[in-house]
């Protein structure tokens, strides 16, 4: 079955420091990458979508800047969350997309950012 | 961009009794229409999907409904059980771009 490995589970980390998480997929083809922020209210916000061979597109407020994205291959995404300061605290999802235009996404567990 | 609302914030239904969360969307170029449950502590797991092409789709005690003129779509839960209680997620999706934006979650509480 499709499986998506996301880790850290958790970080904890001083404010203006950086956190990297990775995604991987295991037994499909994760031809796009979308990256989530769950709040500690719950809510969603989708930081970027990252599709191999295109353009990272980030959602407005997320920039590469502050949240550069790599994605070299179709098993593999990585996300660094750089500067991180309180707001940027959350539950980081990675949801790997089966195939093109089918909207399925499997979810990795989630990576904790906690900001001290 | 698209915004996808959830109606219910919290539902709280008797063990064995129907729930329903409602979503409504606003980009009518919409097409796909899944829902995931996260429970706690935990990530999102998919549940079930509808696409734009049809209103209605089941899957055992899981019914999706669609209207698509009042850009609404719905989860019917049937013979609710403790182990639903969850916090669930509808989601809308644009195929041209693949981005799939989230409502703000209905928790459902399932009470023995």
């Known amino acids: 079955g499709a499986l998506v490995y996301q880790y850290p589970r958790r970080t904890i980390c001083k404010s203006g420091t950086s956190m990297r998480m990775e995604c991987q997929a295991v037994?499909?083809?994760?031809?796009?990458v979308a990256w989530y922020r769950q709040s500690p209210q719950k809510t969603f916000e989708l930081i970027a979508l990252?599709?191999?061979?295109?353009?990272?597109?980030?959602e407005q407020n997320f920039t590469q800047e502050k949240f550069p994205i790599s994605h070299p291959n179709l098993s593999f995404s990585s996300m660094t969350v750089l500067n991180a300061y309180l707001e940027d605290r959350g539950l980081y999802l990675c949801?790997?997309?089966?195939?093109?235009?089918?909207?399925?996404?499997?979810f990795g567990e989630g990576s904790k950012l906690t900001v001290l | 961009g698209e915004k996808v609302e959830q109606h219910e914030s919290t539902l709280s239904v008797r063990e064995g009794d129907s729930a329903v969360i409602n979503c409504t969307y606003t980009?009518?170029?919409?097409?796909?229409f899944p829902w995931y449950k996260q429970e706690a502590g935990k990530s999102l797991h998919f549940v079930i999907d509808?696409?734009?092409?049809?209103d209605r789709k089941q899957s055992q005690r899981l019914t999706v409904l669609l209207d698509k003129k009042a850009k609404r779509f719905s989860l019917h839960i049937t013979a609710t059980q403790p182990e639903d209680s969850a916090i669930y997620f509808c989601?809308?999706?644009?195929?041209?771009?693949?981005?799939?934006?989230f409502g703000d979650g209905t928790q459902l509480v399932v009470k023995p």
């Open positions: 949801g790997a997309l089966l195939g093109t235009n089918t909207g399925q996404l499997y």
């Open positions: 037994g499909f083809q994760a031809t796009s």
């Open positions: 990252s599709t191999v061979n295109s353009a990272i597109k980030y």
């Open positions: 980009d009518t170029a919409s097409s796909y």
């Open positions: 509808i696409r734009s092409n049809v």
């Open positions: 989601a809308a999706l644009r195929n041209s771009n693949n981005r799939i934006f």
